[in-house]
């Protein structure tokens, strides 16, 4: 075996036969010291070069997957109380920020009021205090509790018992409880998913019915 045929791998091995094979003798001195080079600048670049890892795209989980992982499951008895009061007192000074509640005067005369209905409706209700005031269901009637999951159709809330209730908002009226002052809800108006509630406008009204 040559000294060009040692400094090769396989693959090249039989390029180099073929070329002793079949150029004249007196050429090969030259062939050899020119596949020589080329062989070794092809091993050096080769083992400097990095391959590149393709990237996996990353994958958003469906609704109906998160459901399937227990990801809207709550078990009654998980959340205590005093672990989500903190949470409650985050709320209730975004929400006083938010609604501007200095600035507001009688229902009805202050123009503010369009805007503090719209507030209320695109708020984020994860950490507000609430209780039923109404519902067609008698038993929902009186619930209370901080509110640890909003979602497109009923609110989770943890009583002072450490209990987690479900509560329909569609045929319920809710009051939720910032500092000194009570907020009237209507949870009909809020039966869309807390993300989308952000970019749709409800309308105003002062006295609907369940």
């Not at 672990?83 to 920020?97: A, C, F, G, T």
């Not at 805007?115 to 269901?137: E, L």
Request: charged residues 30%.
């Amino acid at each position: 075996m040559s000294g060009l045929e040692k400094i090769t791998d396989n693959a090249s091995v039989s390029v180099i036969k073929f070329l002793q094979a079949n150029v004249p003798k007196s050429d090969l001195v030259n062939i050899e010291k020119e596949l020589k080079k080329d062989f070794l600048l092809a091993k050096k670049k080769s083992k400097g070069q990095k391959v590149k890892k393709k990237r996996k795209k990353s994958r958003i989980l469906t609704r109906k997957e998160k459901k399937a992982l227990g990801f809207y499951a709550i078990p009654r008895d998980s959340v205590k109380y005093s672990e989500v009061v903190p949470l409650n007192q985050i709320w209730s000074d975004y929400i006083s920020q938010m609604l501007e509640l200095e600035k507001l005067g009688p229902v009805g005369t202050n123009k503010n009021w369009e805007q503090f209905t719209q507030t209320i409706y695109k708020a984020d209700f994860h950490g507000s205090m609430m209780q039923v005031v109404r519902s067609k269901c008698p038993s929902y009637v009186g619930k209370k509790g901080i509110c640890i999951m909003d979602t497109k159709n009923t609110f989770k809330i943890v009583s002072i018992d450490n209990l987690v209730t479900t509560i329909p908002k569609k045929d319920s009226v809710f009051e939720l409880y910032v500092k000194d002052i009570k907020i009237c809800v209507f949870g009909k108006h809020l039966c869309v998913r807390p993300a989308e509630r952000s970019t749709k406008k409800v309308k105003s009204y002062l006295h609907p019915d369940l």
